[in-house]
């Protein structure tokens, strides 16, 4: 089986801009969680999706938004970029059929520095 | 509050020595705890998990994990460290508190193998 794919790999944009960031989940996976991660603040929570539905949320200002579409794929929107929104970006995804047993997979993360 | 700690930042072990990663956590409720490994540039990797059942779980690349009740703990240990061991290592429990079994993970414990 394919593991989770994110693109791109790496980004760079300017202050105020915003970017789109794209999870492709492990075939049959309906969960998908985003996480940011940086040296000073460990992995955060964004949010996760199952079935299309944000089924958790952290954290973060509504500037990071997402969605997840009917073929399980997930897409993470931040607008009006900040410096401070530098950090690699994770994917992940699981089986989330509404058990606690389940682990994570994740992708290799997308790098997005802000300039 | 669900929670985990990983209260050190950084375990510096020889190579050929063993080797432990502590994590302590904190749930209401029966814990579903995880490990999880971050090689530089990439995602994270699912090493272990504990659900129920024996209080040792072994898991990939020769990792266990002992899972204490009463020091309500779950270390990560391996007999005989490598230096491709070196890595970031995370400790996770799902919250149950809320019905949707978000990740919460702990701040990361890097493992540094000496030759």
């Known amino acids: 089986k394919a593991g989770v794919t994110q693109t791109p790999r790496y980004l760079i944009k300017t202050r105020g801009q915003q970017v789109t960031l794209s999870c492709s989940p492990i075939s049959g996976h309906r969960s998908v969680s985003w996480y940011q991660q940086t040296p000073g603040q460990g992995l955060q929570f964004l949010f996760e999706?199952?079935?299309?539905?944000?089924?958790n949320k952290g954290n973060f200002p509504g500037r990071f938004s997402g969605r997840q579409f009917s073929n399980s794929r997930s897409e993470m929107n931040v607008s009006t970029l900040e410096l401070g929104d530098s950090a690699l970006y994770l994917c992940?995804?699981?089986?989330?059929?509404?058990?606690?047993?389940?682990?994570?997979?994740f992708g290799p993360g997308t790098r997005l520095t802000v300039l | 509050a669900q929670s985990v700690a990983q209260p050190e930042d950084q375990v510096n072990v020889a190579e050929g020595n063993p080797l432990t990663v502590k994590c302590t956590y904190s749930?209401?409720?029966?814990?579903?705890l995880f490990w999880y490994v971050q090689y530089p540039n990439r995602g994270l990797q699912f090493l272990l998990k504990?659900?129920?059942?024996?209080?040792l779980v072994k898991g990939s690349y020769g990792f266990e994990a002992e899972f204490n009740k009463s020091q309500t703990s779950f270390h990560l240990k391996k007999p005989s460290a490598l230096v491709s061991d070196s890595a970031l290592y995370f400790c996770a429990v799902r919250d149950t508190t809320s019905g949707t079994y978000k990740y919460i993970f702990g701040t990361g414990t890097r493992l540094k193998v000496l030759a």
């Open positions: 992940a995804s699981s089986s989330g059929s509404g058990t606690p047993n389940a682990e994570q997979f």
């Open positions: 999706y199952f079935s299309e539905t944000q089924r």
């Open positions: 749930v209401s409720g029966n814990p579903y």
């Open positions: 504990y659900i129920t059942g024996d209080n």
